[in-house]
């Protein structure tokens, strides 16, 4: 994925109508648009391609299964238009290895959870963070999910996986994270939701981001 402006939305609606129309309206603003499993369960796998448009899609489906199932989920998710998907690590190398090996072949990407943005990612996945984030540079993963809630986390994954993998990290805005303090920490993206998709002028909310975002890059 290329960084033009460091933002990715996080369009977590469950409307088509209200998807498409706040995609078309930040599109110039955006690297790619993440989607979960409440608008494709909502619309079906066919809104994908129709907001793949607009900006490349991450599908957040956290896929965490063993490696047999998990590359056909991943199998899936590329055939609808997806240009990544987002997967656990906590399942092990060998179901990490087989989606990274699917998405290689197919000039796609995966982006691997290390550790999630909420105040319960404390109860247990921190503790694994930093074996996660060495398991997906072993993987030669297209990157890692680290929390911008946690800017000091960032850094300590950045240290482990070096320049050769991404960092992609949620908590901006509605969580409390800071656009400019994570993308300092080390990350390469910042992921944005409500604070853009619930504004009355989704694309200016965007352009500020961005705005800020470039300030530091």
Not at 200 to 216: H, M, N, W
Request: glycine residues 10%.
């Amino acid at each position: 994925m290329e960084r033009k402006t460091g933002l990715i939305l996080a369009l977590d609606v469950t409307d088509r109508e209200e998807a498409v129309t706040i995609s078309e309206k930040v599109a110039g603003y955006v690297d790619a648009i993440k989607i979960g499993y409440p608008l494709v369960l909502s619309t079906g796998t066919d809104i994908i391609g129709e907001l793949s448009k607009y900006a490349p899609i991450i599908a957040d489906f956290k896929v965490a299964d063993i490696p047999n199932t998990n590359r056909l989920i991943c199998e899936q998710v590329f055939k609808a238009g997806a240009d990544a998907v987002i997967v656990q690590g906590f399942t092990g190398h060998d179901s990490l290895e087989a989606a990274v090996k699917l998405a290689m072949e197919q000039k796609k990407d995966i982006y691997v959870v290390t550790e999630m943005s909420h105040p319960g990612a404390l109860d247990f996945m921190q503790q694994v963070g930093e074996g996660i984030a060495k398991m997906a540079a072993d993987a030669k993963a297209s990157g890692v999910v680290a929390p911008a809630t946690r800017p000091e986390r960032v850094t300590e994954i950045r240290k482990i996986i070096g320049n050769e993998l991404s960092i992609i990290s949620p908590g901006v805005g509605a969580q409390g994270g800071t656009a400019s303090d994570v993308i300092k920490a080390g990350a390469d993206w910042v992921i944005v939701g409500r604070s853009i998709y619930q504004s009355e002028e989704p694309d200016v909310a965007a352009g500020k981001l961005v705005t800020e975002i470039k300030k530091v890059l």
